[in-house]
């Protein structure tokens, strides 16, 4: 397990902010909506959409792209970074505690223990919890999450919704349902509708990366770029250093117990479970539900290059254990990086590999990004 090859180079953060709507497809065919149109199905723009429009804004290829993750302009003009809530928190419908799993039984005796590198136990609530739980959906604050990171947001595994730091509003990217009409040759093809779902960001609210340029080119060529398809476009803007970073994680990882946070949509040669080093083990894990990703190189051939993945959503937590000596130090080289190596795509597959082997690398392309915290 090693992190992407750029981790000493000076970085910078930027935020594209959206002129208008956002509209990025999942990658999957249109499906049947009814009788008269089909459904385009449409996501938040995943790390390699995030990629392309910033290789476009610095004029040529990025040593590496560092998200993307959503962004809330302050009251002082300062961008807040936002993060999917952690998979672990959970709380009953409409009621204002949340709780933090917590490691319980082994994993024997249950369908996990025929898994291929299954961890050793499942999570559970705590046991004074009686009521069913889901997952809460949602955003938090970089604050709380660098606090949960540290062990330090939950007391007795238990906390008011309100402490998470979630935002105010509703969901900061507002979907907004439209109907459109294919073309052929230029021209409409009579009969052929479709329905697609745009997301408009609400005002302060933007998308937010970090970027590690190459030495020859350290600065914007230009600041519009396009976003997504239907020839949207967002403003790309450098910001100051140091105004963003990275929730801080912990220094300390007592008994070497170390929290894995996914950041951005992970793709790795395992599917669901991240490349981890010989010597350390996987106690537990909270999923969430596997996300669409479509990749495509317009410069490598779009229709030869394209792929459809499924990734490891943004909030899934790996609890592991590592020897304590080299924890700290093991935890801080992956925190705020991506987990290499991403998705195999030199496998091949009927005699040729796929997708071909000069496509782009996945893991400089802001997927995986990790955070690293304490479990108890």
């Known amino acids: 397990m090693k992190t992407d090859r750029t981790g000493s180079r000076d970085t910078t953060w930027v935020v594209l902010e959206p002129h208008d709507t956002v509209h990025v497809r999942d990658g999957r065919q249109f499906s049947s909506r009814d009788s008269n149109t089909a459904l385009a199905e449409t996501v938040t723009p995943r790390p390699s959409t995030i990629a392309g429009a910033l290789a476009s804004a610095y004029g040529g290829d990025l040593a590496a792209v560092r998200g993307p993750v959503l962004g809330k302009k302050d009251t002082s003009g300062v961008w807040r970074p936002y993060f999917s809530v952690p998979s672990d928190v959970v709380a009953a419908k409409n009621r204002e505690s949340v709780y933090r799993l917590t490691v319980g039984s082994a994993v024997h005796d249950t369908d996990l223990a025929d898994l291929k590198g299954a961890p050793e136990s499942l999570l559970e609530l705590p046991p004074q919890v009686l009521t069913k739980m889901e997952p809460v959906q949602g955003?938090?604050?970089?604050?709380?999450?660098?606090?949960?990171?540290?062990?330090?947001?939950f007391q007795n595994h238990a906390l008011k919704r309100s402490r998470l730091?979630?935002?105010?509003?509703?969901?900061?990217?507002?979907?907004?349902?439209r109907i459109g009409i294919a073309l052929q040759d230029r021209r409409v093809r009579p009969g052929y509708l479709y329905q697609a779902t745009h997301l408009r960001p609400r005002d302060g609210w933007a998308f937010l990366a970090e970027v590690v340029p190459p030495p020859e080119r350290t600065g914007l060529a230009r600041s519009t770029v396009a976003l997504g398809g239907i020839s949207?476009?967002?403003?790309?803007?450098?910001?100051?250093?140091?105004?963003?970073?990275?929730?801080q994680g912990p220094e300390d990882f007592p008994g070497g117990r170390v929290l894995l946070y996914v950041a951005t949509p992970a793709l790795w040669p395992d599917g669901w479970r991240p490349p981890l080093p010989p010597e350390a083990t996987l106690v537990a894990a909270a999923l969430g539900d596997p996300i669409p990703v479509a990749t495509a190189s317009p410069k490598r051939g779009f229709n030869r290059t394209r792929t459809l993945r499924w990734a490891v959503p943004p909030g899934s937590v790996y609890l592991i254990r590592l020897p304590e000596d080299t924890a700290a130090a093991t935890a801080a080289s992956w925190h705020g990086r991506a987990l290499a190596p991403?998705?195999?795509?030199t496998i091949p597959s009927d005699g040729e590999p796929h997708p071909p082997t000069d496509a782009p690398r996945l893991d400089t392309a802001g997927f995986g990004i990790v955070l690293t915290g304490v479990w108890t």
Request: proline share 10%; net charge negative.
């Open 342 to 345: 991403s998705a195999d795509w």
């Open 232 to 247: 949207r476009l967002a403003e790309v803007t450098a910001l100051p250093t140091g105004s963003v970073a990275w929730p």
């Open 165 to 177: 730091g979630m935002p105010d509003d509703e969901e900061p990217l507002v979907p907004e349902h």
């Open 139 to 153: 955003w938090m604050s970089g604050r709380s999450l660098s606090s949960y990171l540290r062990g330090t947001l």
